[in-house]
DNA sequence: AACGTTATCGGGAACGTTGCCGATAGCGCA
DNA sequence: TGCGCTATCGGCAACGTTCCCGATAACGTT
């Protein structure tokens, strides 16, 4: 392998250690003549410092550990791609972990990534996750932790999410506007961060357009298999029928557009769709389906960046806050107005 | 933070570290009082090995690097998503490297998976990539590599690809079968090995037929953006005009549906489309698009397993093999045969 | 002439862990 | 009694790097 340390060069030029030590960080206390011959030397054999013995003596990894509940995942993919290009440019790289909405794997990697020595934490909590003392746990032990997307106010930690709250107002408003009058909500676990978010800013809407909120039109899914075409039966099966469905993710969204289409339902004439996504393919779904863009990779690179902050600055860097990145609404075919 | 070391316990329970350590790993010369009061202290403080401290004394890292062009793709997220799966049971963590399909980025990439001491390296070549010597230097000194999906065959080691003639064969025939003659070819840059297998199976099904292979109908996109609408009229302003169009890739396959839907064209009435892809929303789109589904997920999986017996085995590892995993037909409606 | 200063470099410890080599005591056996 | 063996443990070096403390010589200053 590549092997040349620093012991080789200081052999070679019959030299300290120490001295070529310094001779390669440019150290005023080193004569020029020597500092060049080992600058030469060093680039000649290609040298480049062994980060794990700097980590050693430094404590820092100079990785930082980005747990999200999937990778093969729309949003969480474009977010690690934005975490990614930030982090590489500050010198950081990533170490990926999947919980795979899985609360026992949430803490599993928690703790590798704190035996790996990561210098901090970038998390989105699984869907199973309500409980964060591990978290606050580790966060009290003085681990730089940044949440973003699912997040939870249980931990006082700087928090980085898109504006769900606007987004499902203005989805629903959009929908109000577009003539419909019973809006149902396919949403995610009742306890999830954005699951009440989402769900706030579509009752508010309602109320604004006085329109009563009724628990009925609400659904909870929880991320398994197959789920979404029963809970779509079930709430069709109501009377009045709901002329609009709202949709809190990307997979709600998909499955649900094809649960309807298999039930010969017309998209828009029959019932309006909506959903939270970022799928670049929304567009050539049948029909188009209107969406609320999440900034997903923006999402990524402020997370990151706060993280860095709070690494390199510690406790001098900006007190824990929400931040909170605009959604951006995109009507397309699948919320069209109808005239009757 | 959580630094308790070795010493510490050797301190405090009054013993040298290197019966601390030897106690730790259960070896058979310490006595079994010492090492239940060293394990149960151990575990009462919560002690977690430095794997830094490993590293540099072992001079490995237990870490994978993983080069892809981008992580926002459902091909590469699907394949991360099984390298990561099978690398953590193993023991090994996962970095990851993107390129934007760039060639000097790949090369700074590579570099700084060997700065950062990976212990080995899964690749899969940018759109630029022609040359891989920056690859044969590093193997030649030692390291690991195994490439997946965008691989070369200048390069002398494990490779595990999709069976991306035979997919383009069966997707070829399907299209003749389903009564096409002039099927058009979107594929992307030409020197990439998955360009030419499966032009190679596009080419091989039309000869079996005793369709005449027509250059002209074959168009080789760059990865730029808004390049495929462009191409798609430049096809279909030939006379006779196509009547199929096989694409090589989950961008392809999305934008020239795209296209054809702006140029209102029918599908499959007017031409038929079958693409490359992974994509899991290809039933809900407008029509239901056909496509060759590669198993991205088993790709990642073999690759890494291999990449892991070639680091713990090294010269006795299997010599270096091309690895096919077979891809599935899944026909839809937009190759549906059209009676007229 | 004695001293302080400056420029330039080396020695050694330390980060956390493992492994080699020894050291010690207790015991059995001839 | 003396020897060797076993069981049990400690000391030390090493992985690659940085940093603190010295060391040395060549000066200038009083």
Redesign the pocket.
């Known amino acids: 392998m590549d092997?040349v340390?620093?012991?080789d060069i200081a052999k070679a030029l019959?030299?300290?250690?120490?001295?070529v030590?310094?001779a390669?960080?440019g150290s005023y206390?080193?004569?020029?003549e020597?500092k060049r011959l080992v600058m030469e030397y060093a680039e000649r054999l290609n040298y480049r410092?062994?980060p794990i013995?700097?980590s050693?003596?430094e404590?820092r990894s100079r990785a930082i550990g980005v747990i999200v509940p999937q990778i093969a995942n729309y949003f969480f993919s474009q977010a690690i791609n934005g975490i990614e290009a930030i982090a590489y440019n500050r010198g950081y790289h990533v170490i990926i972990f999947q919980t795979h909405e899985s609360y026992e794997r949430e803490v599993v990697n928690m703790q590798q990534a704190v035996s790996r020595r990561v210098d901090g934490l970038l998390i989105s909590l699984s869907s199973e996750t309500s409980d964060v003392t591990h978290l606050r746990e580790l966060q009290d032990q003085g681990m730089p932790i940044v949440l973003f997307d699912r997040v939870s106010s249980e931990l006082n930690a700087t928090q980085v999410v898109a504006d769900n709250f606007k987004g499902a107002f203005e989805a629903t408003e959009h929908l109000i506007w577009s003539g419909r009058r019973r809006i149902a909500h396919l949403t995610i676990p009742p306890y999830m961060s954005i699951t009440q978010e989402r769900l706030a800013g579509y009752r508010a809407a309602l109320e604004k357009h006085g329109i009563a909120y009724d628990e009925n039109l609400v659904r909870y899914g929880t991320f398994g298999p197959d789920e979404v075409g029963p809970m779509v039966d079930d709430l069709l099966a109501q009377n009045p029928r709901p002329d609009a469905f709202f949709t809190a993710s990307d997979r709600l969204a998909a499955g649900c557009l094809g649960a309807l289409q298999k039930r010969k339902l017309r998209i828009p004439e029959d019932v309006a769709l909506i959903g939270f996504t970022n799928m670049n393919v929304a567009e050539l779904l049948s029909p188009p389906m209107s969406t609320v863009v999440q900034p997903a990779q923006e999402i990524g690179q402020v997370a990151v960046e706060r993280l860095i902050e709070l690494i390199e600055r510690k406790q001098k860097a900006a007190p824990p806050s929400v931040i909170k990145i605009p959604t951006t609404l995109i009507a397309r075919d699948s919320t069209r107005t109808v005239v009757e």
Not at 14 to 19: D, I, K, M, Q, Y
Not at 29 to 32: D, K, R, T
């Open positions: 092997n340390t620093i012991k019959n030299l300290s250690t120490s001295t030590s310094r390669l960080r206390e080193i004569n020029a020597t410092p062994n013995a700097l050693l003596k404590n």
